[in-house]
Nanobody
């Protein structure tokens, strides 16, 4: 019933910036969370960032903290990932994920119930 659509991926040089968007259909309840994950070729899926929909509490992987910022627009049911100081190792397919009900955790893919199709981010050096 819930659909997520990512956008904003592309090719950027090292040190550059991109902003990813994730638009969710329908209403997102206040206690739910949204997250960003990424998967590079030959690597496992990796947690990037998450945000609580209501209070706005944020969570970041150590590898991106200080460079990436997750935010939300409640009126638009949209979550953003601002990525600055991009590095070649940030190259991956980025996925947006959502929780259909309130859950304790946000850092594991098992905590999410629906996923977008992904958007490619490529950082050249």
């Amino acid at each position: 019933q819930v659909q997520l659509v990512e956008s904003g991926g592309g090719l950027v040089q090292a040190g550059g910036s991109l902003r990813l968007s994730c638009a969710a259909s329908g209403r997102t309840l206040s206690s739910y969370a949204m997250g960003w994950f990424r998967q590079a070729p030959g690597k496992e899926r990796e947690f990037v960032a998450a945000i609580r929909w209501s209070g706005g509490t944020t969570y970041y992987a150590d590898s991106v903290k200080g460079r990436f910022t997750i935010s939300r627009d409640n009126a638009k049911n949209t979550v953003y990932l601002q990525m600055n100081s991009l590095k070649p190792e940030d190259t991956a397919v980025y996925y947006c994920a959502g929780q259909s009900r309130g859950r304790v955790g946000v850092r594991s893919g098992d905590e999410y119930d629906y996923w977008g199709q992904g958007t490619q981010v490529t950082v050249s050096s």
